[in-house]
Nanobody, 128 residues
């Protein structure tokens, strides 16, 4: 089993965009639900978005339509397109694979957790 790898984080100004990528292997995207979490210093880890094996998506209310989750099975990659970024979006962003939607609680004490397979995280910093 190989740990998924996130990329695409960085520093942007308020209103900017980033696209995070999560490359995973060793399992079929058709048999797994996946998602993105984030954790800012001193705060809980929160579920941003998830995508199920049947294509069903979930978005947290705080997304306000700014983020879009997608996947490219041919590239074994999941994406999170983030637009209209705000300073409050500053956090470490984690992808999770090889899990099921029922396991992905909206809030966790910390990321990564013990279920699924987590990436190492990618930092997103938004300045005002």
């Amino acid at each position: 089993q190989v740990q998924p790898v996130e990329s695409g984080g960085g520093s942007v100004q308020s209103g900017g965009s980033l696209r995070l990528s999560c490359v995973a292997s060793g399992f079929s995207f058709d048999d797994s639900d996946m998602g993105w979490y984030r954790q800012a210093p001193g705060l809980e880890c929160e579920l941003i978005s998830s995508i199920s094996s049947d294509g069903t998506t979930y978005y947290a209310d705080f997304m306000k339509g700014r983020f879009t989750i997608s996947q490219d099975n041919a590239k074994n990659t999941m994406y999170l397109q983030m637009n209209s970024l705000e300073p409050e979006d500053t956090a470490m962003y984690y992808c999770i694979t090889e899990t099921w939607a029922a396991q992905m609680m909206k809030r966790l004490t910390t990321c990564p957790d013990s279920f699924g397979r987590w990436g190492q995280g990618t930092q997103v910093t938004v300045s005002s």
